[in-house]
Nanobody
Framework: QVQLVESGGGLVPAGGSLTLSCECSGGTFSTYTMGWFRRAPGEEREFVGAITRNGEYTAYADSVKGRFTISRDNAKNTVYLQMNSLKPEDTAVYSC?????????????????WGHGTQVTVSS
């Protein structure tokens, strides 16, 4: 059974930085495309970014491009989301997700495995 556990969330002032981690257990992490999604209060869950199995390619939502960076360490079964220049509108619950499918999917329906999420709050 694949389990994803996020960590690293918290409260940060606008302009600050935060790095989220997501550790995978119970599966073969290196064979999964990984993604990050977020859900702000009262909003739908939205795509943040994704990374291919070997980490060679990434994709980002326009709203975070240039500020957020996804990376992964297959030896540690962990994917990361480095968030810089944070804005109050980045406040949300951030969840990681995994899929055995290739490519860089942006649709949450393409992901099979989900973590419970970690809260990120950016104060103005």
């Amino acid at each position: 059974q694949v389990q994803l556990v996020e960590s690293g969330g918290g409260l940060v002032p606008a302009g600050g930085s935060l790095t989220l981690s997501c550790e995978c257990s119970g599966g073969t992490f290196s064979t999964y495309t990984m993604g990050w999604f977020r859900r702000a209060p009262g909003e739908e869950r939205e795509f943040v970014g994704a990374i291919t199995r070997n980490g060679e390619y990434t994709a980002y939502a326009d709203s975070v491009k240039g500020r957020f960076t996804i990376s992964r360490d297959n030896a540690k079964n962990t994917v990361y989301l480095q968030m810089n220049s944070l804005k109050p509108e980045d406040t949300a619950v951030y969840s990681c997700a995994g899929t055995p499918w290739g490519g860089l999917p942006r649709d949450q329906n393409n992901f099979e495995y989900w973590g419970h999420g970690t809260q990120v709050t950016v104060s103005s």
